[in-house]
């Protein structure tokens, strides 16, 4: 096979993987990610919980990474335009969106993991410091931390042989060296992954504290989606972490068609990783949490078809002296149209 053929054979798989898997998580992540803040927005043993706080934040920033990202792959794949090739400006704002919502996505699971710590410390003083006032400090930080680092994509991105990323030298040796392993790898993994696990191991002495059973019950769930949520990262998103590096310093040298092919669908499939790991919060959450699993199932559908059945027997209720109306089709037609009264 020739390196034409094979470069074709791989953009082929390429382009149907990228549109297949796009258009999946896409539609699997936006649903899951706005039925998870209705329901820890609504659910009234969620209100005015931190971790619930920083669960409700974060299922935005993983919407705005899908969003900003998969429909125009989707439209690339079928087609054949970039649309972030038409203007330098949109290769800026995409990438700079996409890393502030993703960057502070990242920030805040560690702050869930630590609130989490605090939360079912069996220190009183600690446990008064898990507040909403200090979860909103917390993400105010978080986001300013978040658009800093997008503004340096904003600034460095361009688009060139090797698509939308940066190619400045400078800024190549601080996204190397300290943003991708540093920033957005260990240090985050670190601290969720720790806190996470001292939360676990107060959650397993919890019974001996004087806490009320309500909130035991919670704070044995939001441990357990934190720490689902944090083994979803590290195993979703270490793979993204060591190819940013290695696409990084290699974009500007990689001129065979065959590799830059090979390049290509590696970004493509470690890419889909990354997006799986913005849609799939809600699912997980229904899997690990029965607790979770149920209070969806009575959000989502019986509550509603609770509802439902409530306006349909009202509508068959007279509201004269609250009388039940028979139908106009009733096989009885020769009695009488008003039943007794319930």
Same mark, same amino acid.
């Given at each position: 096979?020739?390196?034409?053929?094979?470069?074709?054979?791989?953009s082929?798989?390429?382009?149907?993987?990228?549109?297949?898997?796009?258009?999946?998580l896409?539609?699997?992540?936006?649903?899951?990610?706005?039925?998870?803040?209705?329901?820890?927005a609504?659910?009234?043993?969620?209100?005015?919980?931190?971790?619930?706080?920083?669960?409700?934040?974060?299922?935005?920033?993983?919407?705005? *990474?899908?969003?900003?990202?998969?429909?125009?792959? *989707?439209?690339?794949?079928? #087609?054949?335009?970039?649309?972030?090739?038409?203007?330098?400006?949109?290769?800026?704002?995409? #990438?700079?969106f996409?890393?502030?919502?993703?960057?502070?996505?990242i920030?805040?699971?560690?702050?869930?993991?630590?609130?989490?710590?605090l939360?079912?410390?069996?220190?009183?003083?600690?446990?008064?410091?898990?507040?909403?006032?200090?979860?909103?400090?917390?993400?105010?930080?978080?986001?300013?931390?978040?658009?800093?680092?997008?503004?340096?994509?904003?600034?460095?991105?361009?688009?060139? *042989?090797?698509?939308?990323?940066?190619?400045?030298?400078?800024?190549?040796?601080?996204?190397?060296?300290?943003?991708?392993?540093?920033?957005?790898?260990?240090?985050?993994?670190?601290?969720?992954?720790?806190?996470?696990?001292?939360?676990?191991?107060?959650?397993?002495?919890?019974?001996?504290?004087?806490?009320?059973?309500?909130?035991?019950?919670l704070?044995?769930?939001?441990?357990? #989606?934190?720490?689902?949520?944090?083994?979803?990262?590290?195993?979703?998103?270490?793979?993204?972490?060591?190819?940013?590096?290695?696409?990084?310093?290699?974009?500007?040298s990689?001129?065979?068609?065959?590799?830059?092919?090979?390049?290509?669908?590696?970004?493509?499939?470690?890419?889909?990783?990354?997006?799986?790991?913005?849609?799939?919060?809600?699912?997980m959450? #229904?899997?690990?949490?029965?607790?979770?699993?149920?209070?969806?199932?009575?959000?989502?559908?019986?509550?509603?078809?609770?509802?439902?059945?409530? *306006?349909?027997?009202?509508?068959?209720?007279?509201?004269?002296?609250?009388?039940?109306?028979?139908?106009?089709?009733?096989p009885?037609?020769?009695?009488?149209?008003?039943?007794?009264?319930?």
């Amino acid at each position: 096979m020739s390196t034409f053929e094979t470069v074709q054979l791989i953009s082929t798989i390429d382009k149907y993987y990228v549109l297949y898997t796009s258009v999946i998580l896409l539609c699997i992540g936006t649903i899951g990610n706005v039925l998870k803040f209705i329901i820890f927005a609504k659910i009234r043993s969620f209100r005015g919980n931190q971790c619930a706080y920083y669960l409700k934040i974060s299922s935005i920033t993983d919407t705005g *990474v899908l969003v900003a990202t998969l429909p125009f792959l *989707v439209v690339d794949s079928v #087609l054949g335009i970039k649309l972030v090739g038409l203007s330098p400006a949109w290769c800026k704002i995409q #990438l700079m969106f996409i890393y502030t919502c993703g960057l502070y996505s990242i920030f805040t699971m560690c702050c869930i993991a630590l609130d989490q710590y605090l939360s079912t410390n069996h220190r009183q003083t600690w446990r008064q410091m898990s507040t909403i006032k200090l979860a909103q400090r917390l993400s105010c930080f978080n986001m300013s931390v978040a658009v800093f680092h997008g503004i340096l994509f904003l600034i460095f991105a361009n688009y060139g *042989v090797g698509g939308c990323s940066i190619y400045n030298p400078i800024a190549q040796v601080y996204f190397t060296y300290f943003y991708y392993p540093i920033l957005s790898g260990i240090l985050p993994i670190i601290v969720s992954g720790t806190f996470s696990l001292l939360a676990y191991q107060n959650v397993r002495r919890i019974i001996r504290m004087q806490i009320p059973v309500v909130r035991r019950r919670l704070d044995r769930q939001m441990t357990a #989606l934190a720490l689902s949520r944090v083994l979803c990262i590290i195993v979703l998103g270490v793979p993204f972490l060591c190819y940013s590096l290695v696409d990084i310093n290699s974009r500007n040298s990689l001129q065979d068609p065959a590799k830059q092919a090979v390049l290509h669908l590696s970004a493509t499939i470690v890419y889909s990783f990354m997006y799986l790991n913005y849609s799939i919060d809600f699912y997980m959450f #229904l899997i690990i949490s029965p607790r979770f699993r149920h209070q969806a199932k009575n959000f989502i559908i019986k509550k509603p078809w609770h509802q439902v059945t409530r *306006v349909c027997n009202r509508g068959m209720v007279s509201p004269i002296n609250n009388q039940v109306i028979a139908p106009e089709n009733d096989p009885g037609g020769g009695r009488a149209s008003v039943l007794e009264s319930i």
